[in-house]
T-cell receptor
């Protein structure tokens, strides 16, 4: 039973255009959401997060949008650059639960085309 | 700061052999985690430790044991390795519930 779903295993985007990565979740108790980026042969690195009290969070070229009613979040990368080619993991947690687990999706591989 | 370090980087085991994967963090985080990553499966939590002296099972704990040696170190032990345990193993640490910081991974092959 996947609580965090990334339904697109891969995505190809032209350099300079917008990349939109999507994520759905099923557990309405999740109140904190994160995106991680992973290059081959490296560990995942934290990219951006959003609390459930907000619907948008920006950090430079990266923006995360949260739609609680739809249990959906998305990561926008504008403009897309070659170095953005990586696997992106969506993740969620229930901070108030204090059991301290983060649930990860299976990832979306983003290819930025020259 | 080194962040999260893992040893070894690569390991090949024969079925039935045992080994311990080591992890250490220098960020004074209370929580530490072990994940495995397999193709198409994302990151699956094996065990975690919310604080020094406590450990809990994650999604896929069978065949593994852990030790939270102190606040800095969290080890993962395979007592009798099986080919199904061929994977990339990541250790991570965090402040409670917030973003986790990952090590570089250990690539384990069991033949």
């Amino acid at each position: 039973d996947q609580q965090v779903k990334q339904n697109s295993p891969s995505l190809s985007v032209q350099e300079g255009r917008i990349s939109i990565l999507n994520c759905d979740y099923t557990n309405s108790m999740f109140d904190y959401f994160l995106w991680y980026k992973k290059y081959p042969a490296e560990g995942p690195t934290f990219l951006i997060s959003i609390s459930s009290i907000k619907d948008k969070n920006e950090d430079g070229r990266f923006t995360v949008f949260l739609n609680k009613s739809a249990k959906h979040l998305s990561l926008h990368i504008v403009p897309s650059q070659p170095g953005d080619s990586a696997v992106y993991f969506c993740a969620a947690s229930h901070l108030m639960n204090r059991d301290d687990k983060i649930i990860f999706g299976k990832g979306t591989r983003l290819h930025i085309l020259p | 700061n080194a962040g999260v370090t893992q040893t070894p980087k690569f390991q090949v085991l024969k079925t039935g052999q045992s080994m311990t994967l080591q992890c250490a963090q220098d960020m004074n985080h209370n929580s530490m985690y072990w994940y495995r990553q397999d193709p198409g499966m994302g990151l699956r939590l094996i065990y975690y430790s919310a604080s020094e002296g406590t450990t809990d099972k994650g999604e896929v704990p069978n065949g593994y044991n852990v030790s939270r040696l102190n606040k800095r170190e969290f080890s993962l032990r395979l007592e009798s390795a099986a080919p199904s345990q061929t994977s990339v193993y990541f250790c991570a640490s965090s402040v409670l519930g917030y973003e986790q910081y990952f090590g570089p991974g250990t690539r384990l092959t069991v033949t």
